[in-house]
């Protein structure tokens, strides 16, 4: 089966870099994304990975992915309070041409502390 | 460009009612698909439509269903609803599936309560 495994929660001071990690089991995934959910609101499409690139960044955003460990990790540059949120991992299961289904992790709340 | 547009952002039913939920894709967008967000159980992927016809389904029992208009525009609906149903229903849009980028545009969601 397919599932995606984040650690739940991270601290970290004001300026400071972030990572974030994520591991996934389905080999066959092709996307792999990373989303932000504020308090009371949707999900946020921050920075997604094709699965036949290691790294893609994106002004603050850092994505390195390593397809054999099956490890996906994000990475925020001078953490801001505004970052404070949970931030979701998704791979998308490919199915009858469709990039509709995704899996998602159960989210990382990330705490921005002064 | 608008983003996805969900309503009602909110809304309280009672156990055994039925609930219909909208959501408008980016324009362009023939892909809408609903997932379903749960304290205990997280992100939930519930249908996919493209195109008016359903693409993917979930593990979802049959009193959830949805559909699709020649607009784009996507309705999910929950009857006999359960107290367990109380969710917050998100809805995304993506142009089309491949050789299309993957990106998946999600709405504000619409918050259900069932009492």
């Given at each position: 089966g397919e599932d995606v495994e984040q650690s739940l929660f991270l601290s970290v001071r004001e300026g400071d870099s972030s990572v974030i990690n994520c591991t996934y089991t389905d080999s066959s995934s092709t996307?792999?994304?990373?989303?932000?959910?504020?308090?009371?609101?949707?999900?946020?499409?921050?920075?997604?990975?094709?699965?036949n690139m290691d790294m893609k960044q994106d002004q603050r955003l850092t994505v390195l992915l390593n397809k054999k460990d099956k490890h996906l990790s994000l990475r925020i540059a001078d953490t801001q309070t505004g970052d404070s949120a949970i931030y979701f991992c998704a791979e998308s299961v490919l199915t009858t041409d469709s990039w509709g289904k995704l899996q998602f992790g159960a989210g990382t709340q990330v705490v921005v502390t002064p | 460009k608008a983003g996805v547009t969900q309503t009602p952002r909110y809304l309280i039913k009672t156990r055994g009612q039925q609930v219909t939920l909208s959501c408008s894709p980016i324009?362009?967008?023939?892909?809408?698909?609903?997932?379903?967000?749960?304290?205990?159980?997280?992100?939930?992927?519930?249908?996919e439509y493209f195109s008016e016809t359903q693409r993917n389904k979930g593990n979802f029992p049959g009193r959830f269903?949805?559909?699709q208009f020649s607009n784009s525009r996507s309705e999910m609906n929950v009857s006999t609803l359960e107290l367990?149903?109380?969710?917050?229903y998100l809805c995304a849009s993506s142009l089309d599936g491949p050789p299309n980028t993957g990106?998946?545009?999600?709405g504000e969601g619409s918050r259900l309560t069932v009492l």
């Open positions: 996307y792999l994304y990373w989303y932000k959910q504020e308090p009371g609101a949707g999900l946020q499409l921050l920075t997604y990975i094709f699965s | 324009s362009g967008h023939r892909s809408v698909s609903w997932y379903q967000q749960t304290p205990g159980q997280g992100l939930q992927f519930l249908f269903s949805g559909r367990g149903d109380s969710a917050l990106e998946l545009f999600f």
